[in-house]
T-cell receptor, first 112, second 114 residues
Framework: AQKVTQAQTEISVVEKEDVTLDCVYE???????LFWYKQPPSGELVFLIR??????QNEISGRYSWNFQKSTSSFNFTITASQVVDSAVYFC?????????FGKGTSLLVTP | EAQVTQNPRYLITVTGKKLTVTCSQN?????MSWYRQDPGLGLRQIYY???????DKGDVPEGYKVSRKEKRNFPLILESPSPNQTSLYFC?????????????FGPGTRLTVT
């Protein structure tokens, strides 16, 4: 069975702090894909990143970075120098075959 | 503009009154899917479609029907809605016939069943 666990339900930080959102996944498939999506207060789902199971390179995009570790089945997301506009719900998702399984999301609140 | 559209965006209905939420994409995508989002539960897949006339159940298909008669459209049908189907619904599409590609999401439909 495929499963994604985002243990942090809510996180609150002050602007300019760094914050890491945790994602742990379970799958027996050897080929799979991991995603992060952002859902701002306006409600739409915004794609952030896709990573396949054979590519363990970490990725950095501006203030965002992702750490993929197969050994611990984790795909963590770090926001450096957080900003108020980063306030949103963030979802980690696991894609295998035709299915996309989402975690329950982490609600991030960044206060000035 | 490449997009996934859903209609209506908001709907309040009564128990048992059949309804359809439409979903359309203009990107010629093979794969389409429906999700529901509930507080504390994240997004859960209802149905997906790999191509025209090919659909399959996701994790929470009970109480829903879908059809894929044309590549661009993937309506979600609630034959007899119940209050536990009150939720935020998202339609999504993807260029590949699998769940391993970025999915493009519609804006969501907020359904309330009283």
């Amino acid at each position: 069975a495929q499963k994604v666990t985002q243990a942090q339900t809510e996180i609150s930080v002050v602007e300019k702090e760094d914050v890491t959102l945790d994602c742990v996944y379970e799958t027996r498939d050897t080929t799979y894909y991991l995603f992060w999506y952002k859902q701002p207060p306006s409600g739409e789902l915004v794609f952030l990143i896709r990573r396949n199971s054979f590519d363990e390179q970490n990725e950095i995009s501006g203030r965002y970075s992702w750490n993929f570790q197969k050994s611990t089945s984790s795909f963590n997301f770090t926001i450096t120098a957080s900003q108020v506009v980063d306030s949103a719900v963030y979802f980690c998702a696991l894609g295998t075959g035709y299915a996309l399984n989402f975690g329950k999301g982490t609600s991030l609140l960044v206060t000035p | 503009e490449a997009q996934v559209t859903q209609n209506p965006r908001y709907l309040i209905t009564v128990t048992g009154k059949k309804l359809t939420v439409t979903c359309s994409q203009n990107m010629n995508h093979e794969y389409m899917s429906w999700y529901r989002q509930d507080p504390g539960l994240g997004l859960r897949q209802i149905y997906y479609s790999m191509n025209v006339e090919v659909t399959d159940k996701g994790d929470v298909p009970e109480g829903y029907k879908v059809s894929r008669k044309e590549k661009r459209n993937f309506p979600l049908i609630l034959e007899s809605p119940s209050p536990n189907q009150t939720s935020l619904y998202f339609c999504a599409s993807s260029p590949l016939v699998s769940g391993d590609h970025e999915q493009y999401f519609g804006p969501g439909t907020r359904l309330t069943v009283t």
